[in-house]
């Protein structure tokens, strides 16, 4: 009896320990793919991202991270195929949203930022960085609504004022 309840649990942990390598071997590549990108080597974040798409080409985490890479290469509208391609294949998922609402932010296309950040916020309500950027994005309508009140024929006085004070809480 106490040699079966040394086996199971020793067999258990060896089992598990075989069955479980292969997922630390991939969530090394994430980390790898993660930490080359944040050291600015995007060539090497492409290659160990290219590497692991050719043999799983659906997984939306690496497709994330290639997104990202695409983005710091300054292939933006790559990028944006890849997070648009992302947002219908898994609508559930938050980031791909977040992402693309940022990229459509920086050009400017503010009303299809707020719509992907409320996408976004559909699928995690309580997704911290969609919340700061829907919150940077409302910043940012409020003080070009404050200029646009400062430059009409009857400006309002405190609008420039307004638009003012707000500058140094946006994002650069």
């Given at each position: 009896m106490s040699t079966r309840t040394v086996r199971t649990p020793l067999l258990s942990l060896l089992l598990?320990?075989?069955?479980?390598?292969?997922?630390?071997?991939?969530?090394?590549v994430y980390d790898d793919v993660e930490r080359s990108l944040r050291n600015g080597q995007l060539e090497r974040a492409e290659q160990l991202s290219a590497r692991h798409l050719q043999e799983r080409p659906q997984d939306p985490q690496m497709r994330l991270l290639s997104s990202r890479i695409q983005e710091a290469r300054?292939?933006?509208?790559?990028?944006?195929e890849t997070l648009q391609a992302?947002?219908?294949?898994?609508?559930e998922l938050p980031e791909p949203h977040?992402?693309?609402?940022?990229?459509h932010a920086r050009?400017?296309?503010?009303?299809?930022?707020?719509?992907?950040?409320?996408r976004a916020l559909q699928a995690r309500p309580d997704y911290t960085q969609a919340l700061e950027n829907l919150g940077d994005l409302h910043l940012s309508l409020a003080r070009q609504a404050y200029q646009r009140a400062a430059r009409t024929q009857q400006p309002s006085?405190?609008?420039a004022r307004k638009a003012e004070a707000l500058a140094p809480l946006l994002p650069r």
């Open positions: 598990w320990g075989l069955v479980g390598l292969p997922l630390l071997a991939r969530a090394d300054g292939h933006h509208e790559q990028a944006r992302l947002t219908q294949e898994y609508p977040n992402n693309l609402a940022v990229l050009e400017g296309r503010l009303q299809e930022a707020l719509e992907g950040l409320q006085p405190s609008a």
